[in-house]
Nanobody, 118 residues
Framework: QVQLVESGGGLVQPGGSLRLSCATSGGIFSISTMRWFRQTAGMERELVARITSEGNTLYTDSVKGRFTISRDNAKNTVYLQMNSLKPEDTAVYYC????????????WGQGTQVTVSS
């Protein structure tokens, strides 16, 4: 069974940095696009960044120049390096992956809390 496990969230002061990781496991044949989303209470889940299997990236405007998405295909892991964090980046961050494992599926992690506050 495919599982995505996130780590790296926490409390950081404005201007600080965090690095989120999302490891995928469970009978994986290949992983296509990997994404990071975030969600705050009462709001819809927002796409933050995505990376294709070829390494092409896309970012939402509010994080361009501050966040970097990357992946290690050998480890089936996606990362989100977050620099110059702002209070408005506070949210639960979720990773998402399109995985070929038996069939093609869309999988989500459990979420990790990021809080930016002084």
């Amino acid at each position: 069974q495919v599982q995505l496990v996130e780590s790296g969230g926490g409390l950081v002061q404005p201007g600080g940095s965090l690095r989120l990781s999302c490891a995928t496991s469970g009978g994986i044949f290949s992983i296509s696009t990997m994404r990071w989303f975030r969600q705050t209470a009462g709001m819809e889940r927002e796409l933050v960044a995505r990376i294709t299997s070829e390494g092409n990236t896309l970012y939402t405007d509010s994080v361009k120049g501050r966040f970097t998405i990357s992946r290690d295909n050998a480890k089936n892991t996606v990362y989100l390096q977050m620099n110059s964090l702002k209070p408005e980046d506070t949210a639960v961050y979720y990773c998402n992956a399109i995985v070929l494992s038996g069939g093609l599926g869309d999988y989500w992690g459990q979420g990790t809390q990021v809080t930016v506050s002084s």
